[in-house]
Structure formats: structure tokens, C-alpha cells
């Protein structure tokens, strides 16, 4: 709450296009539960954002840093660029956005789903305030606009737009079955029982749905990146009230390690903690490493300010209105 507060202030004394909030995904440790879309959204977007430079400030809460993420390079190749007048193979498109996390529904109501209708696809990408409806004609772009959920009515056009991959997961044929390798040798370390973990390596292997990806994203990649790893070298990181900050970091970490024993306990299948996680320790370590600033609040019983009465100015208001 205090991230999103802050971000907000930010906004308010700066740009919209000049803050980003970084938001933790809201489910518990290892929870095989689906991120919410808007929050799998403003993730992404802010990754991307990092991966591609440029000057804004990133504001996150200390369990966000704490989880890793899709290697920077990973995330950027999944990245695609729409443009009218440009030719695609309709059936590549669709399958790179199916790898990219797109959810194929009848219509699209949600970030990162998608729909086909003849010559016509609809898209919700991250990054963007509403979907968009792409029209081809044969295998080009005749047109690219944003259209209202509600009404369906069509809105304003767009010469080019860039789709974000809508899930850091790579979905592709080559990651599934490196999942599905990490995930069998994973449950005979844990010495789990065979129906704790072939369901999810049979909708692994056939492409289905697999909920709570985020829970399983070490198993797509053969190393993470930390948030820290996005940042350009002259990037600072400013920590706001360190104390609290690693108290945080200190209550997420023990909330990692409850979890994985609760999991442990009850034969269900979990990531390797330190895989998908930094401890508080590391996190610290990897601020240091980078040129940072420490905020502290001053502690003090305030500056009285005498002010007068407003009730004329507000009278004034009142006869102008």
C-alpha cells in the first residue's frame, strides 16, 4: 500500500509517463494461484520499461525485489511490434502470442488474452489502456485501433503498436519440455508421490492452461534475473526507511521458508525456494552493489505555521462561482 501511495504522489508532482510501480503478485509463497491480470500487467510493463532504458523511477515494495524474474533477454524477444501495412503469417503470430502467455478466449475482456474471428484479432496487451482490435486482409495489417470493451465500438487508430508478452513464462514447445524435465527431477528430490506432480507435467506437455505459472517460472529458464539485474549501470536505488525496508525483507523471507515446509508437510509440489527467491540478505547485498541512497524521516513534533482565516477567499470563490 505504502508503494502504490508513494508511486501516486510521484505521479502527481511529476509525469504519468515518468513513474512505474513494480508491484508484488499478492499470492502466497509457491501458491500455484494465477497472478491477477493487472498485476501480472503493471509487472511485466515495468520489466520491459526497465529492459529498454530511458529515464523514470521504478518504485517496489521489498518482496517484489525479493522474487526473481525472466532473464531480461528472454523477456525482450518475446516483445512484438504490430505495424499497419506490415505482412504476418497468421499462424506464426498466433502461435508466438500463445507463447507469450495469451490466453485465446471468445472475447476479450482481460489483459493478456486474445481472440480470433476470421480476419480480425483482438488483443489486450500490458502496457495499453484498452484492446485492440487488429483487422488483416490476407496476411497484412489493414488496420490497428483501440476499441471499448463494453460496446465493442472502435476507437481511435494507431499506425503501430508493441505488444508485451503477457506472462514471463516462455510457453514455447522447447521451454515446456525443460519445465517438464526440472519438474520430475525436482518432485524425486522432494520424493513426491506420482499424482502430486503428473498433472501439471501432463498440461505441460499438451499445452494446456497450467495455473499459477508464476510459482513455476524457474522451471521455464535455466537462470532468473533479479529486478536489480534491468536496471542500467547508472541506475540509483533510493531505499526509503531502511529499517522498515529490511524488517520486510526479514518477514517475507520467513514467509518463504513457512511456506515451503507447509508444502514440504503436505507432499505438494514447490520450486527450490532459493531458485524463485532472495533472502533478505541478498537482498541487501545486491542494493549495496549499485549506487544507492538511504531516506530516512526526520523525527520531530512538526513546524507550527500561522495562518489566518480563509473564510474570504472562500466567500470570493463562492460569488464567483
Known sequence: EAAVE???????????????LYPSPEVLPFEPAPVHHEIAAARIEALYRLASGGTFITVAPAPALMQRAAPAS?????????????????????????EAGYARMSMVEERGEMSVRGGILDIFPPGQSVPLRVEFFGDEVESIRGFEI??????????????????????????????????????????????????????????????????LLPLFHESLDTVLDYLSPGAIVTVLDAELVESEAQRFE??????????????????????????????AKAIKQRPFVEVEALMSEGVEVPTESNLDIRQEISVRK
Open 150 to 215: 463494453s460496446t465493442q465500438r472502435s476507437l481511435n487508430e494507431v499506425e503501430e503498436v508493441v505488444v508485451l508478452p503477457a506472462g514471463e513464462a516462455t510457453l514455447s514447445k522447447e521451454a515446456r519440455q525443460r519445465a517438464r524435465d526440472g519438474l520430475m527431477e525436482r518432485a524425486d528430490t522432494l520424493g513426491l508421490e506420482r499424482g502430486a506432480w503428473e498433472p501439471l507435467s501432463d498440461n505441460l506437455r499438451d499445452g494446456t492452461a497450467v495455473p499459477g505459472l508464476g510459482s
Open 6 to 20: 508513494f508511486a501516486s504522489d510521484l505521479r502527481f508532482f511529476l509525469q504519468e509517463k515518468d513513474v512505474c
Open 74 to 98: 528472454e523477456l525482450s524477444e518475446k516483445v512484438l511490434t504490430l505495424r499497419k501495412g506490415a505482412e504476418y503469417q497468421r499462424d506464426e503470430l498466433l502461435l508466438a502470442l500463445h
Open 254 to 283: 520467513r514467509e518463504v521458508v513457512l511456506s515451503a515446509q507447509r508444502f514440504l508437510e503436505e507432499g505438494q509440489f514447490f520450486v527450490a525456494p532459493e531458485s524463485l527467491y532472495l533472502d533478505a540478505a541478498a537482498l
